[in-house]
T-cell receptor, first 109, second 112 residues
Framework: KQEVTQIPAALSVPEGENLVLNCSFTDSAIYNLQWFRQDPGKGLTSLLLIQSSQREQTSGRLNASLDKSSGRSTLYIAASQPGDSATYLCAVKRNDMRFGAGTRLTVKP | DGGITQSPKYLFRKEGQNVTLSCEQNLNHDAMYWYRQDPGQGLRLIYYSQIVNDFQKGDIAEGYSVSREKKESFPLTVTSAQKNPTAFYLC???????????FGPGTRLLVL
């Protein structure tokens, strides 16, 4: 059964810092990997989707990479802002989506 | 506006009571999903439906039931058999089962 782990569980950084969130998964036979953002008490917003044949995707200050063979993905956030404070979840998809527990990010002004 | 709506935002359940959570989408998506989210845990799949009048159990279907009579609607009933229903419930939809899922705003269920 696919297991998805996100480290760290929580992260606090000063504004302007570049940061990396990590996601690992146990079964490399995936169709795609997706990073989501979740604000407190809200639904999930898709940030980036990486197909299994791709190595990375970029959107603005966000860059996600995928190393399927090692079962790892990273989400890089450049020049962090207080508005980036949220929980970030990764999910891998084969037949179903399997989610990590998320990393709760706080960016301090 | 196209999107997914869930209601109510908060729901309170008494002991032994069945409650129904609403999920509606106007994205013309074929597939719809229900997830449960508990603090410190990832989302877990309760049920999913790929077409009208068809649905499949996910990992934690016990104590829940669903129906899919219309393409736009996928209500979830939390039955009295679900002994620990307090959680945040998220509905999602996608064009097909392999496509990107879009999420609703969620319903928080609390037990009185």
């Amino acid at each position: 059964k696919q297991e998805v782990t996100q480290i760290p569980a929580a992260l606090s950084v000063p504004e302007g810092e570049n940061l990396v969130l990590n996601c690992s998964f146990t079964d490399s036979a995936i169709y795609n990997l997706q990073w989501f953002r979740q604000d407190p008490g809200k639904g999930l917003t898709s940030l980036l989707l990486i197909q299994s044949s791709q190595r990375e995707q970029t959107s603005g200050r966000l860059n996600a990479s995928l190393d399927k063979s090692s079962g790892r993905s990273t989400l890089y956030i450049a020049a962090s802002q207080p508005g980036d404070s949220a929980t970030y979840l990764c999910a891998v998809k084969r037949n179903d989506m399997r989610f990590g527990a998320g990393t709760r990010l706080t960016v301090k002004p | 506006d196209g999107g997914i709506t869930q209601s109510p935002k908060y729901l309170f359940r008494k002991e032994g009571q069945n409650v129904t959570l609403s999920c509606e989408q106007n994205l013309n998506h074929d597939a719809m999903y229900w997830y449960r989210q508990d603090p410190g845990q990832g989302l877990r799949l309760i049920y999913y439906s790929q077409i009208v009048n068809d649905f499949q159990k996910g990992d934690i279907a016990e104590g829940y039931s669903v129906s899919r009579e219309k393409k736009e609607s996928f209500p979830l009933t939390v039955t009295s058999a679900q002994k620990n229903p307090t959680a945040f419930y998220l509905c999602a939809s996608s064009m097909g089962r392999q496509e990107t899922q879009y999420f609703g705003p969620g319903t928080r269920l609390l037990v009185l």
